[in-house]
């Protein structure tokens, strides 16, 4: 009986010897080591439109068995914002047994710029309207993101009275892209009676326009007609000159320092009087945003 322990004990011992041989020979020609990412630089300055593939510039990975394995090289992710224009790059790279070895550089945007609104009518709406769609002419355009209008996120200010003819409300909107970069404008709403909602006025190509500190839009090229009773007409049509007959003041717009500002368009016509003198006769007027960006 003893015997038969000893042996057994030699077998489990023998079974055992052999267990451990095969587990260290295996770990021993087993590859458990990452590649290694290298770049020829830490930082790089590159465009919004940069792809992927032009990330890559730069980029070699060596495996410590497989040797060259740059092809398998892939942009992971990117992150937000860590600094004005600039965010992080994470890259991955895979050997044959899919170890897998990481690596991070920072770009930086040479030509970003903020989400931006954009508004196609002014925000006139009837008083009494059982709902008003604010966002119906207005959308958000990014240049990393294009088109995040339903990221947009709208809150409201107090309704106020005027005048006689119409109150008005302040809007607030705010959108965030991608990178954690986030907008927000502030914008009036007005609620009129019939007869002030059909006046005519100018009507504008657009209704918010950005543009670089320093710079001076053409207000005039803006123009595209008429605006009455949330129609379009042409100038001809209603008898107006858009050179003679629209006035335009931006004289509350500081070009040299970034902010939002107003400029007003306003539509008048002369009038002869019965001596034979001349008046203008006011008519309606249209609000542009103007919002003097701090871009490089």
Same mark, same amino acid.
């Not at 495996?63 to 090289?73: A, I, K, M, Q, R």
């Not at 992971?76 to 994470?90: C, G, L, P, Q, Y």
């Not at 007869?195 to 009507?203: E, T």
């Given at each position: 009986? $003893?015997?038969?322990?000893?042996?057994?004990?030699?077998?489990?011992?023998?079974?055992?010897?052999?267990?451990?041989?095969?587990?260290?020979?295996?770990?021993?020609t087993?590859?458990?080591?990452?590649?290694?990412?290298h770049?020829?630089?830490?930082s790089?300055?590159?465009?919004?439109?940069?792809?992927?593939?032009?990330?890559?510039?730069?980029? +070699?990975?060596?495996?410590?068995?497989?040797?060259?394995?740059?092809?398998?090289?892939?942009?992971?992710?990117?992150?937000?914002?860590?600094?004005?224009?600039? $965010?992080?790059?994470?890259?991955?790279?895979?050997?044959?047994?899919?170890?897998?070895?990481?690596? +991070?550089?920072?770009?930086?945007?040479?030509?970003?710029?903020?989400?931006?609104?954009?508004?196609?009518?002014?925000?006139?709406?009837?008083?009494?309207?059982?709902?008003?769609?604010?966002?119906?002419?207005? $959308?958000?355009?990014?240049?990393l993101?294009?088109n995040i209008?339903?990221?947009?996120?709208?809150?409201?200010?107090?309704?106020?009275?005027?005048?006689?003819?119409?109150?008005?409300?302040?809007?607030?909107?705010?959108?965030?892209?991608?990178?954690?970069?986030?907008?927000?404008?502030?914008?009036?709403?007005?609620?009129?009676?019939?007869?002030?909602?059909?006046?005519?006025?100018?009507?504008?190509?657009?209704?918010?326009?950005?543009?670089?500190?320093?710079?001076?839009?053409?207000?005039?090229?803006?123009?595209t007609?008429?605006?009455?009773?949330?129609?379009?007409?042409?100038?001809?049509?209603?008898?107006?000159?858009?050179?003679?007959?629209?006035?335009?003041?931006?004289?509350?717009?500081?070009?040299?320092?970034?902010?939002?500002?107003?400029?007003?368009?306003?539509?008048?016509?002369?009038?002869?009087?019965?001596?034979?003198?001349?008046?203008?006769?006011?008519?309606?007027?249209?609000?542009?945003?103007?919002?003097?960006?701090?871009?490089?």
């Amino acid at each position: 009986m $003893r015997r038969l322990r000893l042996l057994l004990l030699v077998f489990f011992l023998a079974v055992f010897a052999v267990f451990m041989a095969s587990n260290i020979r295996e770990y021993l020609t087993s590859d458990y080591v990452a590649p290694e990412i290298h770049a020829n630089e830490d930082s790089m300055q590159v465009s919004v439109t940069v792809s992927d593939e032009e990330l890559l510039a730069g980029m +070699t990975a060596n495996d410590n068995l497989d040797g060259d394995v740059t092809e398998s090289l892939v942009v992971v992710s990117k992150s937000k914002f860590i600094a004005r224009n600039t $965010r992080n790059v994470n890259y991955a790279a895979f050997d044959q047994n899919n170890n897998v070895g990481t690596y +991070t550089r920072k770009i930086v945007y040479t030509d970003y710029y903020s989400p931006r609104f954009l508004m196609t009518e002014p925000l006139r709406f009837v008083e009494g309207n059982s709902s008003y769609d604010y966002l119906k002419h207005i $959308r958000a355009e990014d240049c990393l993101d294009g088109n995040i209008t339903t990221q947009i996120k709208i809150t409201f200010g107090e309704k106020e009275m005027a005048g006689e003819a119409y109150s008005t409300q302040n809007i607030n909107l705010q959108v965030t892209n991608s990178a954690g970069d986030s907008s927000v404008l502030e914008l009036t709403a007005t609620f009129e009676d019939y007869d002030s909602y059909s006046k005519a006025s100018p009507a504008l190509n657009d209704y918010i326009v950005y543009v670089k500190k320093g710079d001076k839009p053409n207000y005039r090229a803006n123009l595209t007609g008429i605006w009455t009773a949330g129609n379009q007409r042409r100038f001809s049509d209603l008898g107006f000159d858009p050179d003679q007959d629209v006035s335009i003041d931006d004289s509350g717009v500081d070009y040299h320092t970034p902010g939002v500002y107003r400029v007003t368009y306003k539509l008048t016509r002369a009038t002869q009087n019965a001596t034979g003198g001349t008046y203008r006769t006011d008519f309606g007027t249209a609000t542009l945003i103007v919002v003097v960006e701090d871009t490089p």
